[in-house]
């Protein structure tokens, strides 16, 4: 079990510049959150999909966050522009949904620095 | 909402020693499931133990065990023959089913040699 995998780990831009950032989550499951952290607002979930499908998006921030599962083995989470209070680390986790209780498991997260 | 509290940001105990994070939260379902997860320095979330809210037993996993009381709305982790490398963050979780996670605000926890 690879778990699940977020890459780029580190990731540093300029404001303005299209930030995206990669998840694969653990063959077989089929839900998929996005999260994010900060000092100041803790751990945020941002959207979360179940069999692909969007389920609830109220936690992006605006306009310029986009979140797209095209297949049960990948997911993007696209910045666009990016702005420095994005500078936040970057969640993903993956549960197996028909298991009410299942816990979600973490990737290694994506720290994001828009300077 | 659902929202989950910590009320100790900050905890120490000594190597060997015993200690107690609080949680609370607030539902107003039956039905729902309370989660510890543990966060340290290389950031990584790792699932440290995992209570059931019908089930009255308290959960254990080595020397992680829970003190769930459901109709106080607390859950509680113990952690016993702290080591030092139970030091990190922890965070308190909460979800129903097919819902999101719902995490607290973090209790960072120093381990004293």
């Known amino acids: 079990d690879a778990g699940v995998i977020q890459s780029p780990r580190h990731e540093v831009t300029e404001m303005g510049q299209e930030v995206t950032l990669r998840c694969k989550p653990i063959?077989?499951?089929?839900?998929l959150f996005w999260y994010r952290q900060t000092m100041m607002r803790g751990l945020e979930l941002l959207i979360y999909f179940n069999n692909n499908v969007p389920i609830d998006d109220s936690g992006m921030p605006e306009d310029r966050f986009s979140a797209k599962m095209p297949n049960a083995s990948f997911s993007t989470l696209k910045i666009q522009p990016s702005e420095p209070r994005d500078s936040a680390v970057y969640f993903c986790?993956?549960?197996?949904?028909?298991?009410?209780?299942?816990?979600?498991?973490f990737g290694n997260g994506t720290r994001l620095t828009v300077t | 909402a659902q929202t989950v509290t910590q009320s100790q940001p900050e905890m120490s105990v000594q190597e060997a020693e015993t200690v107690t994070l609080s949680c609370t939260y607030d539902t107003s379902e039956s039905d729902y499931y309370l989660f510890w997860y543990k966060q340290p320095p290389s950031r990584q979330m790792i699932l440290v133990i995992r209570q059931e809210a019908y089930k009255q037993q308290n959960a254990t996993e080595n020397r992680f065990s829970v003190n769930f009381q459901k109709a106080a709305k607390s859950f509680s982790l113990k952690i016993s023959d702290s080591q030092l490398g139970d030091a990190a963050m922890y965070f308190c979780a909460y979800k129903t089913s097919g819902s999101r996670l719902t995490f607290g605000e973090g209790t960072q926890l120093t381990v004293n040699p």
């Open positions: 063959s077989g499951h089929n839900s």
């Open positions: 986790a993956s549960s197996v949904r028909r298991q009410g209780g299942s816990p979600l498991h």
